[in-house]
């Protein structure tokens, strides 16, 4: 088996990726590394909510109502949003997501999709980071970004709902061995290294 620091996939490849981790872990930041990487868009729901919040969409006004608290928007909702996304021609060769899937009745729906299009997931990266270090990447990311989920007490909620809904996804991919740890707390480059060996050693 060939471990290599440095990308190995080419425009060829083919590469469906979930990263999973706690508000704060960094998962945003190599998303966007892993974009350039590896040539496959990023789909970021929290991302896709904040652009419908800004455009003042239907989508936009609901969604800002449960964002400012904290909480997920419902699932069917952001399953909709997910399957005309998912069936979008970029997506054709993978992709990475980003926030999603969040609780289990979303990753059902994304297997439902993902075996209607008959392909299959790849990986499922998960960030491990403490809890204080993600609550001061929050604190600076509100001083760059100015998110307003980005308070204190939003981001106790959140890291809550985090444990609460998400976290029994890392048992109900580790079932189908997809589940490859990341320390995500290291310097950005060496977190990105560590993910490109996991992708490419596999
Ligand atoms: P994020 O940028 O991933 O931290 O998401 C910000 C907010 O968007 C979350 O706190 C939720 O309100 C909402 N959101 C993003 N993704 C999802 C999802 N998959 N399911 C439900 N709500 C979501």
Request: charge should be neutral.
């Amino acid at each position: 088996m060939i471990v290599s620091a440095v990308p190995i996939q080419d425009e060829t490849s083919v590469m469906r990726i979930i990263l999973l981790g706690q508000p704060g872990c960094g998962k945003g930041t190599q998303a966007q590394r892993l974009v350039a990487a590896y040539h496959i868009p990023k789909l970021i729901t929290g991302d896709m909510l904040r652009g419908a919040v800004e455009e003042g969409s239907a989508l936009g006004k609901m969604a800002d109502t449960y964002m400012r608290r904290g909480e997920l928007l419902p699932d069917d909702i952001i399953l909709s949003l997910m399957r005309e996304r998912l069936s979008a021609p970029d997506c054709r060769r993978g992709y990475i997501l980003d926030g999603f899937p969040r609780t289990i009745a979303q990753a059902n729906g994304l297997d439902a999709l993902m075996a209607a299009e008959g392909v299959p997931l790849d990986h499922v990266l998960l960030f491990e980071v403490p809890d204080a270090e993600s609550r001061k990447r929050l604190r600076t990311r509100r001083t760059v970004e100015h998110r307003l989920d980005d308070i204190d007490d939003t981001v106790l909620h959140r890291l809550d709902v985090y444990r609460r809904a998400t976290l029994p996804l890392v048992k109900f991919y580790e079932e189908r061995s997809l589940v490859r740890r990341i320390p995500a707390t290291g310097s950005m480059d060496e977190v990105h290294r560590h993910i490109c060996s996991v992708i490419d050693g596999s």
